[in-house]
């Protein structure tokens, strides 16, 4: 007996309904980006695993899906190599490829490679999927889809404010309540120093990104664990727990790092970025969050996270500023942006607070009901001027029971159904059957258009 088919953990099929959800929010995002002057690329779904590696942490390496090389990779192996088994050096020898963890990475080796062709600023966005090895949970997949925005070329501030409007923007429009977390790398690079810990800033931000998911305890059993201080540690804990406005915070920062002039240009970055949001005036909550950190390493200045606040999720989009990224692939000196959200996690949203408009769920509009040839190829006459007027409509293909093809329309929730007999073909017209109040009217084709337009 053949085994019951399956799908990878952490991956999912979609049915139609879902296609349709999905599709909303990749065309929302997307009319929200042009609106904002993006352009948009693609990139391969493999890249080599050279311009994977090291971009993301050690933890982020772990979480590769490295590919197999093709032919007879074990010839190049030696006996000693075999028997070592050891999982990374064995991958090295026969893994030249790998699944893109992300699309800023990508699109950094895509800056550098094209950079000829590339008027900057460049202004791209992107929405493909990305892949993880990451233990499958609620709201975590291992593949899933990302749509990002970045601007390389240009150090202007003025970029993440933009930025801060899209993510508002785009969640106005999908009527979710959120909170936009913003900090600086800057102002964690002040902080380390500030505690005596300068050399740990990569195990000290890898740590406080996972106070909301592991708890204080936790994270300074971590911060203890990498050898940081007793001290440093108690230092640290009232800063990354300050409360207050976001004026507040920043006045605090201001005392707390003078010090530091990393951690000053820092609080003046995110002091910039506040002020100038808070004079357009954004729908959703805006905060200066300390324990945001985000463990990638390549972020260098602003940070971003946004939360839904009537949802049980994880960050639903994120970001920051890079500034050294290209350098990595020879391309030093080109400052980069952007934000990612999280698409898989805002269809999660969308569902559990009902959301979506109905009209970015229904499919087709309108069916004929098929009583036979000749009245079928009436029908596609009038399908015909229906759908060049932009109304979703179809004909059910076999002259089967009536019961058959009303059960189909239900099933897909189509609103109108169109009855064409013998009585209406002479005619020249059509019965419209509202599937909703059951009422039933002969109209002509043109009358039909109308009635489905408004």
């Given at each position: 007996?053949?085994a019951?088919?399956?799908?990878?953990?952490?991956?999912?099929?979609?049915?139609?309904?879902?296609m349709?959800k999905?599709?909303?929010?990749?065309n929302?995002?997307r009319?929200?980006?042009h609106?904002y002057?993006?352009?948009?690329?693609e990139t391969?779904?493999?890249?080599?695993?050279?311009t994977?590696?090291?971009?993301?942490?050690?933890?982020?390496?772990k979480?590769?899906?490295?590919i197999?090389?093709s032919g007879?990779?074990?010839?190049?192996?030696t006996?000693e190599?075999?028997?070592?088994r050891?999982a990374?050096?064995l991958?090295?020898?026969f893994?030249?490829?790998?699944?893109?963890?992300?699309l800023?990475?990508?699109?950094?080796?895509?800056?550098?490679?094209?950079r000829?062709?590339?008027?900057?600023p460049?202004?791209r966005?992107?929405?493909?999927p990305?892949?993880?090895?990451?233990?499958?949970?609620?709201?975590?997949y291992?593949e899933?889809y990302?749509?990002d925005?970045?601007?390389?070329?240009?150090?202007?501030?003025?970029?993440?404010?933009?930025?801060?409007?899209?993510?508002?923007t785009?969640?106005?429009?999908?009527?979710i309540?959120?909170?936009?977390?913003?900090?600086?790398?800057?102002?964690?690079?002040?902080?380390?120093?500030?505690?005596?810990?300068?050399?740990?800033?990569?195990?000290?931000?890898?740590a406080i990104?996972k106070?909301?998911?592991?708890?204080?305890?936790?994270v300074?059993?971590?911060?203890?664990?990498?050898?940081?201080?007793?001290?440093?540690?108690?230092k640290?804990?009232?800063?990354?727990?300050?409360s207050?406005t976001?004026e507040?915070?920043?006045?605090?920062l201001?005392?707390?790092?003078?010090?530091?002039a990393?951690?000053?240009?820092?609080?003046?970055?995110?002091?910039?970025i506040?002020?100038?949001?808070?004079?357009?005036?954004?729908?959703?909550?805006?905060e200066?969050?300390l324990?945001?950190?985000?463990?990638?390493?390549?972020?260098t200045?602003?940070?971003?996270?946004?939360?839904?606040?009537?949802a049980?999720?994880?960050s639903?989009?994120?970001?920051?500023?890079?500034?050294?990224?290209?350098?990595?692939?020879g391309m030093?000196?080109?400052?980069?942006?952007?934000?990612?959200f999280g698409?898989?996690?805002i269809?999660?949203?969308?569902?559990?607070?009902?959301?979506?408009?109905?009209?970015?769920?229904?499919?087709?509009?309108?069916?004929?009901?098929?009583?036979?040839?000749?009245e079928a190829?009436?029908?596609m006459?009038?399908?015909?001027?229906?759908?060049?007027?932009?109304i979703?409509a179809?004909?059910y293909?076999?002259?089967?029971?009536?019961?058959k093809?009303?059960?189909?329309a239900?099933a897909?929730?189509?609103p109108?159904?169109?009855?064409?007999g013998?009585?209406e073909?002479?005619a020249?017209?059509?019965t419209?059957?509202?599937?909703e109040t059951?009422?039933?009217?002969l109209?002509?084709?043109?009358e039909?258009?109308?009635?489905?337009?408004?």
């Amino acid at each position: 007996m053949a085994a019951n088919p399956s799908i990878p953990k952490g991956t999912r099929d979609f049915s139609p309904v879902e296609m349709a959800k999905r599709n909303y929010i990749f065309n929302t995002i997307r009319e929200v980006y042009h609106l904002y002057g993006f352009q948009q690329i693609e990139t391969p779904a493999m890249e080599m695993l050279s311009t994977l590696m090291g971009k993301y942490g050690e933890e982020g390496d772990k979480l590769l899906f490295k590919i197999q090389n093709s032919g007879d990779y074990f010839s190049k192996l030696t006996d000693e190599e075999l028997l070592s088994r050891d999982a990374a050096k064995l991958a090295s020898k026969f893994c030249e490829k790998g699944l893109r963890y992300d699309l800023t990475v990508p699109f950094a080796r895509y800056v550098v490679m094209h950079r000829d062709e590339i008027t900057f600023p460049f202004k791209r966005y992107q929405i493909q999927p990305v892949w993880r090895a990451d233990r499958p949970q609620k709201g975590r997949y291992r593949e899933f889809y990302q749509c990002d925005a970045d601007v390389v070329g240009s150090d202007s501030l003025f970029n993440e404010v933009e930025l801060m409007q899209i993510v508002d923007t785009v969640f106005t429009r999908f009527g979710i309540r959120v909170c936009i977390k913003i900090n600086n790398r800057k102002i964690l690079t002040g902080l380390a120093e500030v505690i005596g810990e300068s050399d740990k800033i990569v195990d000290i931000t890898v740590a406080i990104d996972k106070l909301d998911k592991i708890g204080l305890d936790n994270v300074n059993a971590e911060l203890k664990e990498k050898g940081i201080s007793d001290e440093a540690i108690a230092k640290l804990k009232p800063i990354i727990l300050l409360s207050g406005t976001n004026e507040d915070k920043i006045a605090t920062l201001k005392n707390v790092l003078s010090e530091s002039a990393t951690g000053l240009k820092g609080v003046e970055e995110s002091e910039f970025i506040l002020k100038s949001l808070a004079n357009i005036g954004l729908k959703n909550e805006l905060e200066l969050d300390l324990t945001l950190a985000r463990g990638l390493n390549y972020y260098t200045g602003a940070i971003f996270e946004v939360k839904a606040l009537d949802a049980e999720m994880g960050s639903i989009t994120g970001g920051g500023r890079y500034d050294n990224l290209t350098g990595v692939f020879g391309m030093s000196g080109v400052s980069g942006v952007g934000i990612s959200f999280g698409a898989d996690r805002i269809f999660d949203v969308l569902n559990q607070l009902d959301l979506y408009p109905k009209e970015a769920v229904n499919g087709t509009q309108l069916l004929f009901i098929n009583f036979g040839e000749r009245e079928a190829t009436f029908s596609m006459n009038v399908l015909a001027e229906v759908r060049f007027s932009g109304i979703r409509a179809e004909l059910y293909p076999d002259a089967a029971k009536m019961k058959k093809q009303m059960s189909y329309a239900n099933a897909k929730s189509i609103p109108f159904v169109a009855l064409v007999g013998e009585n209406e073909v002479n005619a020249g017209k059509v019965t419209l059957k509202n599937m909703e109040t059951g009422e039933q009217q002969l109209v002509s084709t043109e009358e039909l258009i109308a009635i489905l337009k408004n």
